[in-house]
C-alpha cells in the first residue's frame, strides 16, 4: 500500500462524524507520526481516571469500551475503506487500559514498562497476536490484535510487579 493511498485515506477522516472523532481517540489519531504511541500516551491520562473507579466499573468501562469501539471503529473502516489504518486509535487505548489493569497503584516506573511492553507486543505482533491482525477483519479485527497485546503485555507486568 503507498502513502498516497494512506494520506488520502486520512483525508476521509471527519472528525465532525462522532464515529471518527471516536475512533481516532478523540483526534489524537490525526498526528502525523506514530499515531499508534501517541495514542498509547493519551491512554495513561484516561487510565488515571480510570484507577478512582470501583473493579467492577473498571472492567465494564473496558468491556464496554470493546463493543461500542467495534461498531465505531467498524463504522470509520468503511469510511476511509481501510482496514486498520493508523489513524485508528481507540484499539490502543483498550490495549493500554488492560495492559495496566494489574496496577493497583500509580507507580509511573511501572506504567512505564507497561507502555514499552504494549508497544513492542503490539508492534511486533507476535504469535496469536499476528494470527489475529491477519485473519480477523472489520472494527472486531481492529480492537481484537491490541486486546491480546495488552492481554500479554499485562501477564508480563504482573510478573515484573510481583518479582
Given at each position: 500500500?503507498?502513502?498516497?493511498?494512506?494520506?488520502?485515506?486520512?483525508?476521509?477522516?471527519?472528525?465532525?462524524?462522532?464515529?471518527?472523532?471516536?475512533?481516532?481517540?478523540?483526534?489524537?489519531?490525526?498526528?502525523?507520526?506514530?499515531?499508534?504511541?501517541i495514542g498509547s500516551l493519551v491512554a495513561i491520562p484516561i487510565w488515571f481516571?480510570?484507577?478512582?473507579?470501583?473493579?467492577?466499573?473498571?472492567?465494564?468501562?473496558?468491556?464496554?469500551?470493546?463493543?461500542?469501539?467495534?461498531?465505531?471503529?467498524?463504522?470509520?473502516?468503511?469510511?476511509?475503506?481501510?482496514?486498520?489504518?493508523?489513524?485508528?486509535?481507540?484499539?490502543?487505548?483498550?490495549?493500554?487500559?488492560?495492559?495496566?489493569?494489574?496496577?493497583?497503584?500509580?507507580?509511573?516506573?511501572?506504567?512505564?514498562?507497561?507502555?514499552?511492553?504494549?508497544?513492542?507486543?503490539?508492534?511486533?505482533k507476535p504469535w496469536p497476536i499476528r494470527w489475529f491482525d491477519h485473519k480477523?477483519?472489520?472494527?472486531?479485527?481492529?480492537?481484537?490484535?491490541?486486546?491480546?497485546?495488552?492481554?500479554?503485555?499485562?501477564?508480563?507486568?504482573?510478573?515484573?510487579?510481583?518479582?
Amino acid at each position: 500500500m503507498t502513502i498516497d493511498i494512506l494520506a488520502d485515506a486520512k483525508r476521509l477522516i471527519k472528525l465532525s462524524n462522532p464515529w471518527h472523532f471516536l475512533a481516532t481517540g478523540f483526534g489524537i489519531g490525526m498526528f502525523p507520526y506514530m499515531p499508534g504511541t501517541i495514542g498509547s500516551l493519551v491512554a495513561i491520562p484516561i487510565w488515571f481516571l480510570l484507577l478512582a473507579l470501583p473493579c467492577q466499573f473498571y472492567f465494564l468501562t473496558i468491556i464496554f469500551s470493546f463493543f461500542i469501539g467495534i461498531y465505531f471503529c467498524h463504522k470509520t473502516e468503511l469510511d476511509i475503506g481501510i482496514h486498520d489504518h493508523g489513524c485508528i486509535v481507540w484499539d490502543e487505548f483498550i490495549g493500554m487500559w488492560i495492559t495496566l489493569m494489574v496496577l493497583p497503584e500509580n507507580n509511573w516506573c511501572l506504567v512505564l514498562i507497561g507502555f514499552f511492553l504494549f508497544r513492542l507486543f503490539d508492534t511486533w505482533k507476535p504469535w496469536p497476536i499476528r494470527w489475529f491482525d491477519h485473519k480477523v477483519y472489520g472494527g472486531i479485527g481492529i480492537i481484537i490484535d491490541d486486546i491480546i497485546a495488552g492481554s500479554i503485555a499485562s501477564s508480563v507486568l504482573y510478573w515484573i510487579r510481583c518479582y
